[in-house]
């Protein structure tokens, strides 16, 4: 039987695995993580990730893990609120949704949703990828070998795949000029409610702390700051250290953030970068999710596009005829990139003056911020708004670490 081998246990990873399962392929995915990686911040159900996961029966589990919200404030040192924007101000389609769930419980869904033909090998990654005539040869970090009909690098965006065969991140990585730090807070008897708001403080030099619901007892919690460079991925203390400086004047509830990042098990802080590779293919090997087209979390669109690729990539191997017939897999790839790359260059594109938006310089770009915020929703926007959100629903999914796709540039 054809056997591919799937490098990510993401949400691009574990949905191709899922759904090539389906059609017939033996699957192995190699996971560098120890288990499932947990965390992040809200997904929403629209376009892209809804129809996909309707198609893959899924739709149904996700509703059932919504997270209840009611909407963006953004706020000031004292909790004062500058602007907000309820789940009702754009039909319940707007900036907050009132379909959204938690990346973890999604994430978890798919994978739990994977057959016996999936062998996740957590711990797991490849060493190098070697094209053989009949398949690829790839070597793992445990030392085993094996050959495949078919590699898919779905390793995000600093995707190892990507790194053997195509040559160095420098050469396809596009920074933003901002960093994020997102973690779950576990709150105690004494940690403020946030009653269901997404809580925003913007504070001058370009720097940005949220709160926003999580499971019940839980909240999520995002710092954004001005970076392109970070201290190595595997240095904590110094990644701490930096966090702490950078945010050691901003007030609300800033301290007791920094706090609790050290004890989050599931922190994470990257640059928000864009990936930008001219081909996702070689051979029979592909890239698939951020590690081929990373939009950035600006973009709001990382799990739609990762949903949406990994459903069109399977599609273009089945309509190739694999896995009966694997002989064709190398232009089943490049079908799937003629169908997926229009979606990827489009959500590549963000509006101008998004990053600066997200985290404005100074006191005053904060103020302008909110007052665009509470124009959006005058009675003579509404209707542009409404629509420009229709508009990018196809394929929307993540709730933007910033302000909507309208936001004008300021
Ligand atoms: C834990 C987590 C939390 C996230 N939170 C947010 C968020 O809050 N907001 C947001 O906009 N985006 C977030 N993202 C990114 C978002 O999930 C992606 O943009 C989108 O879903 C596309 O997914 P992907 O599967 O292509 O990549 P990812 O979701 O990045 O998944 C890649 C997977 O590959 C694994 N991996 C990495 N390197 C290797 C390797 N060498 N060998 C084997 N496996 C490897 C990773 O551990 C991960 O499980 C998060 C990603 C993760 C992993």
Redesign the pocket.
Known sequence: MAHVLV???????DTLALLMERDGWTVTV????PAL?????TVDLRGDSREVLERAGLLQQALDCLVPQRGAAWIDTRERRLAEMPVEAFDGRGYVSREELL?TDLARIIHEATGPGVTHRFG???ETLQDTATGVRARFRSGTTQTFDLVVG???????VRALRFGPQENYRKPLGLAHA?FTLTERPATPPLHGWFLTHNAPGRRAVEARPGHPGQQ?V?LTFAADTLPPRHDRDAQFALLERTFADVGWRTAEFLAAARQAD?F?LDTFDQIHVPCWSTGRTVL????AW?AS?LS?L??A??LRGAAELAAALRAAGAPGDTARTPAALTAFEQAMRPRTTSAQQLPPGRVTSMAPKSALGIRINALAMRALQSKAARPLVRKAFAGSEHGRT?TP?TEPRTTPAI
Request: hydrophobic letters at 35%; one cysteine or more; a negative charge.
């Open positions: 490098v990510g246990a993401g949400i691009a990873g190699a996971e560098i993580a990686r947990t965390g992040g911040q990346r797991e990654t490849v779905a390793d995000g965006a600093h995707s190892r997102w999520e995002g599931d994470a698939l999710g951020d590690s990373c979390p709001g990382g799990t596009l990762a993540d670490a």
